[in-house]
Protein backbone atom coordinates (compact mmCIF):
# COMPACT_ATOMS: atom_id res chain seq x y z
CA UNK A 1 0.00 0.00 0.00
CA UNK A 2 1.14 3.29 -1.08
CA UNK A 3 2.61 5.53 1.90
CA UNK A 4 0.38 9.07 2.18
CA UNK A 5 2.34 12.07 1.38
CA UNK A 6 3.09 14.50 4.23
CA UNK A 7 2.21 17.88 3.68
CA UNK A 8 5.04 20.28 3.10
CA UNK A 9 5.90 23.25 5.45
CA UNK A 10 8.03 25.71 5.41
CA UNK A 11 9.02 28.66 7.49
CA UNK A 12 9.79 31.62 6.40
CA UNK A 13 12.16 34.82 8.35
CA UNK A 14 11.75 38.88 6.81
CA UNK A 15 12.95 41.45 9.00
CA UNK A 16 12.64 39.92 12.71
CA UNK A 17 14.91 38.69 15.54
CA UNK A 18 13.92 34.90 15.18
CA UNK A 19 11.79 34.89 18.40
CA UNK A 20 8.97 33.42 16.62
CA UNK A 21 11.05 30.78 14.71
CA UNK A 22 12.24 29.51 18.11
CA UNK A 23 9.05 29.40 19.39
CA UNK A 24 8.40 26.31 16.83
CA UNK A 25 11.54 24.45 18.38
CA UNK A 26 10.49 25.23 21.41
CA UNK A 27 7.57 23.05 20.96
CA UNK A 28 10.14 20.10 22.06
CA UNK A 29 8.07 17.44 22.34
CA UNK A 30 5.12 18.29 20.31
CA UNK A 31 7.69 19.18 17.52
CA UNK A 32 8.41 15.04 17.07
CA UNK A 33 4.67 14.87 16.07
CA UNK A 34 4.85 17.91 13.59
CA UNK A 35 8.11 16.19 12.39
CA UNK A 36 6.21 12.59 11.89
CA UNK A 37 2.99 14.56 10.39
CA UNK A 38 4.49 17.20 8.25
CA UNK A 39 7.37 17.28 5.73
CA UNK A 40 9.57 19.97 6.84
CA UNK A 41 10.84 21.12 3.67
CA UNK A 42 12.36 24.59 4.48
CA UNK A 43 12.99 26.08 7.87
CA UNK A 44 16.63 27.58 7.88
CA UNK A 45 16.71 28.07 11.66
CA UNK A 46 16.37 24.16 12.31
CA UNK A 47 17.62 23.02 9.17
CA UNK A 48 20.14 23.35 6.17
CA UNK A 49 18.20 21.02 4.19
CA UNK A 50 16.05 22.69 1.50
CA UNK A 51 13.08 21.32 -0.62
CA UNK A 52 11.84 22.59 -3.93
CA UNK A 53 8.04 24.12 -3.24
CA UNK A 54 4.90 24.43 -3.71
CA UNK A 55 4.43 24.36 0.24
CA UNK A 56 1.48 22.73 1.88
CA UNK A 57 1.50 25.50 4.74
CA UNK A 58 4.12 28.22 4.96
CA UNK A 59 4.46 30.22 8.42
CA UNK A 60 5.86 33.45 7.59
CA UNK A 61 7.91 35.39 10.51
CA UNK A 62 8.91 39.22 10.22
CA UNK A 63 8.31 42.24 8.50
CA UNK A 64 8.81 43.77 4.75
CA UNK A 65 11.30 46.44 4.75
CA UNK A 66 12.89 46.52 1.99
CA UNK A 67 12.18 46.17 -1.88
CA UNK A 68 13.70 43.09 -1.90
CA UNK A 69 11.38 41.59 0.82
CA UNK A 70 7.90 42.84 -0.70
CA UNK A 71 9.47 40.38 -3.85
CA UNK A 72 10.23 37.79 -1.83
CA UNK A 73 6.67 37.56 -0.05
CA UNK A 74 4.94 37.65 -3.39
CA UNK A 75 7.07 34.61 -4.52
CA UNK A 76 6.17 32.72 -1.25
CA UNK A 77 2.67 33.50 -1.41
CA UNK A 78 2.65 32.17 -4.72
CA UNK A 79 4.51 28.67 -3.75
CA UNK A 80 1.91 28.26 -0.43
CA UNK A 81 -1.20 26.85 -0.52
CA UNK A 82 -1.84 28.59 2.93
CA UNK A 83 0.17 30.84 4.17
CA UNK A 84 -0.20 32.22 8.37
CA UNK A 85 1.86 35.11 9.32
CA UNK A 86 3.63 34.37 13.16
CA UNK A 87 4.30 37.23 15.55
CA UNK A 88 4.27 41.15 15.66
CA UNK A 89 6.29 41.83 13.22
CA UNK A 90 4.93 39.82 10.30
CA UNK A 91 1.11 40.38 11.75
CA UNK A 92 2.15 44.41 12.72
CA UNK A 93 5.50 45.67 10.91
CA UNK A 94 7.16 44.77 14.74
CA UNK A 95 9.19 47.29 16.84
CA UNK A 96 10.89 48.35 13.38
CA UNK A 97 7.54 49.89 12.58
CA UNK A 98 8.38 52.96 14.89
CA UNK A 99 10.31 54.14 11.24
CA UNK A 100 6.92 54.66 10.09
CA UNK A 101 6.48 57.99 12.10
CA UNK A 102 10.09 59.30 11.62
CA UNK A 103 12.25 60.06 8.90
CA UNK A 104 13.98 56.61 7.89
CA UNK A 105 16.79 58.90 6.10
CA UNK A 106 17.59 60.70 8.98
CA UNK A 107 17.84 57.75 11.04
CA UNK A 108 20.23 56.50 8.35
CA UNK A 109 22.46 58.67 8.43
CA UNK A 110 22.99 59.02 12.11
CA UNK A 111 23.67 55.46 12.31
CA UNK A 112 25.59 54.23 8.86
CA UNK A 113 28.69 55.45 8.23
CA UNK A 114 28.00 55.09 4.51
CA UNK A 115 24.53 55.34 4.19
CA UNK A 116 24.35 55.54 0.59
CA UNK A 117 25.03 51.76 0.41
CA UNK A 118 21.63 51.15 2.85
CA UNK A 119 18.33 50.13 0.37
CA UNK A 120 15.74 50.24 2.69
CA UNK A 121 11.95 51.28 2.84
CA UNK A 122 10.40 54.17 4.37
CA UNK A 123 8.16 51.96 5.95
CA UNK A 124 7.80 48.65 7.88
CA UNK A 125 4.77 46.90 7.15
CA UNK A 126 3.05 43.58 7.78
CA UNK A 127 2.88 40.99 5.52
CA UNK A 128 -0.90 41.08 5.01
CA UNK A 129 -0.06 44.63 3.35
CA UNK A 130 1.41 42.97 0.31
CA UNK A 131 -0.19 39.30 0.21
CA UNK A 132 -3.15 37.68 0.95
CA UNK A 133 -2.26 36.01 4.44
CA UNK A 134 -4.89 33.10 5.75
CA UNK A 135 -4.45 33.84 9.54
CA UNK A 136 -2.35 36.13 11.74
CA UNK A 137 -0.55 34.61 14.99
CA UNK A 138 -0.27 37.16 17.20
CA UNK A 139 2.13 37.85 19.70
CA UNK A 140 5.80 39.14 20.33
CA UNK A 141 7.45 35.82 20.40
CA UNK A 142 4.14 34.05 19.58
CA UNK A 143 2.42 31.75 21.94
CA UNK A 144 3.99 27.97 21.18
CA UNK A 145 0.70 26.09 22.67
CA UNK A 146 -1.43 28.80 19.91
CA UNK A 147 1.26 28.15 17.11
CA UNK A 148 0.79 24.13 17.70
CA UNK A 149 -3.34 24.70 17.34
CA UNK A 150 -2.65 26.72 14.55
CA UNK A 151 -0.57 23.86 12.79
CA UNK A 152 -3.14 21.10 13.70
CA UNK A 153 -5.96 23.16 12.81
CA UNK A 154 -4.33 23.33 8.94
CA UNK A 155 -3.75 20.25 9.11
CA UNK A 156 -7.23 19.11 9.62
CA UNK A 157 -8.53 21.47 7.34
CA UNK A 158 -10.36 23.66 10.30
CA UNK A 159 -10.42 27.10 11.34
CA UNK A 160 -7.83 27.79 14.14
CA UNK A 161 -9.28 28.02 17.37
CA UNK A 162 -7.47 31.22 18.97
CA UNK A 163 -9.59 33.26 21.52
CA UNK A 164 -9.49 36.56 20.31
CA UNK A 165 -10.61 38.19 24.00
CA UNK A 166 -8.60 40.77 26.05
CA UNK A 167 -5.50 39.94 28.60
CA UNK A 168 -8.33 41.85 31.08
CA UNK A 169 -9.86 37.97 30.44
CA UNK A 170 -6.60 36.18 31.41
CA UNK A 171 -6.03 38.66 34.33
CA UNK A 172 -9.53 37.59 35.65
CA UNK A 173 -8.61 33.84 35.49
CA UNK A 174 -5.44 34.20 37.17
CA UNK A 175 -6.74 36.24 40.13
CA UNK A 176 -5.16 39.13 39.71
CA UNK A 177 -6.42 42.49 41.07
CA UNK A 178 -6.51 45.04 37.95
CA UNK A 179 -2.98 47.48 38.26
CA UNK A 180 -5.14 50.08 36.50
CA UNK A 181 -6.41 50.65 40.66
CA UNK A 182 -2.82 51.92 41.62
CA UNK A 183 -2.40 53.99 38.47
CA UNK A 184 -0.39 51.85 36.48
CA UNK A 185 -1.10 52.10 32.76
CA UNK A 186 -2.03 49.02 31.18
CA UNK A 187 -2.87 48.58 27.71
CA UNK A 188 -4.57 44.55 28.92
CA UNK A 189 -7.46 45.92 27.99
CA UNK A 190 -7.50 46.55 24.06
CA UNK A 191 -4.39 44.05 24.06
CA UNK A 192 -5.02 40.36 22.43
CA UNK A 193 -5.08 36.92 24.76
CA UNK A 194 -2.17 34.86 24.47
CA UNK A 195 0.76 35.92 27.09
CA UNK A 196 -1.67 34.96 30.30
CA UNK A 197 -1.48 37.92 31.79
CA UNK A 198 2.58 38.21 32.67
CA UNK A 199 3.24 41.02 33.58
CA UNK A 200 0.08 42.14 35.33
CA UNK A 201 1.06 38.76 37.50
CA UNK A 202 4.06 40.86 38.26
CA UNK A 203 2.11 44.40 39.18
CA UNK A 204 3.16 45.66 35.68
CA UNK A 205 1.31 47.09 33.16
CA UNK A 206 0.32 45.05 29.90
CA UNK A 207 2.73 46.56 27.11
CA UNK A 208 0.38 45.53 24.16
CA UNK A 209 3.01 42.43 22.59
CA UNK A 210 0.39 40.62 21.77
CA UNK A 211 -1.29 43.10 19.83
CA UNK A 212 -5.22 44.98 19.18
CA UNK A 213 -7.97 42.56 20.27
CA UNK A 214 -11.05 42.36 18.10
CA UNK A 215 -12.57 45.20 18.29
CA UNK A 216 -10.40 47.24 21.05
CA UNK A 217 -11.87 50.47 22.66
CA UNK A 218 -8.68 52.35 22.45
CA UNK A 219 -10.27 55.99 23.16
CA UNK A 220 -12.00 54.99 26.34
CA UNK A 221 -8.81 53.45 27.66
CA UNK A 222 -6.76 56.05 26.57
CA UNK A 223 -9.07 58.79 28.34
CA UNK A 224 -8.28 56.60 31.87
CA UNK A 225 -4.85 57.11 31.40
CA UNK A 226 -5.01 60.66 30.94
CA UNK A 227 -7.43 60.89 34.16
CA UNK A 228 -5.03 58.60 35.89
CA UNK A 229 -2.21 61.58 34.91
CA UNK A 230 -0.81 60.22 31.66
CA UNK A 231 0.63 62.71 29.41
CA UNK A 232 0.34 62.90 25.14
CA UNK A 233 3.93 61.69 25.22
CA UNK A 234 3.01 58.97 27.73
CA UNK A 235 0.26 57.89 25.53
CA UNK A 236 2.07 57.61 22.26
CA UNK A 237 4.98 55.86 24.02
CA UNK A 238 2.73 52.99 25.43
CA UNK A 239 0.82 52.79 22.32
CA UNK A 240 3.93 52.68 20.33
CA UNK A 241 6.06 49.52 21.31
CA UNK A 242 5.72 46.39 19.35
CA UNK A 243 2.63 46.93 17.72
CA UNK A 244 2.95 50.60 16.67
CA UNK A 245 1.65 49.86 13.14
CA UNK A 246 -1.08 48.00 14.13
CA UNK A 247 -4.29 49.75 12.28
CA UNK A 248 -6.03 50.53 15.81
CA UNK A 249 -3.06 51.12 18.23
CA UNK A 250 -1.31 53.49 15.12
CA UNK A 251 -4.87 55.42 14.55
CA UNK A 252 -4.96 55.99 18.40
CA UNK A 253 -1.40 57.41 18.70
CA UNK A 254 -1.82 59.60 15.61
CA UNK A 255 -5.16 61.04 17.21
CA UNK A 256 -3.34 61.79 20.06
CA UNK A 257 -0.33 63.58 18.30
CA UNK A 258 -2.73 65.74 16.44
CA UNK A 259 -4.70 66.38 19.39
CA UNK A 260 -1.70 68.11 20.82
CA UNK A 261 -0.32 69.76 18.06
CA UNK A 262 -4.37 71.10 17.70
CA UNK A 263 -4.30 72.72 21.28
CA UNK A 264 -1.00 74.32 20.80
Known sequence: ?????????????????????????????ELLDIAG????????EATSVEKPGPFDLSLVEGS?????????IREVRKQSKAL???????TAGGIQAL?????????????????????????????????????????????KEQLLEVISAFLHGRKPNVASHSVCVECK????????????????????AGCGALCPSYQRGCYGC????EAPNTTSLVRAFRQ????????????????????AFRKESEAQEKGEEESQ
Open 1 to 29: MARRKRPKLAVWKFASCDGCQLSVLDLED
Open 64 to 72: VTTSHDAER
Open 99 to 143: RNFKDVKEFVSVVYASPEYIQTLATSTAIADHVPVDFELRGCPVN
Open 173 to 192: LRGNVCVMVTGTPCLGPITH
Open 84 to 90: VTIGACA
Open 210 to 213: YGPM
Open 37 to 44: ALDIAYFK
Open 228 to 247: AGSSTVDVVRVLRTFNANAP
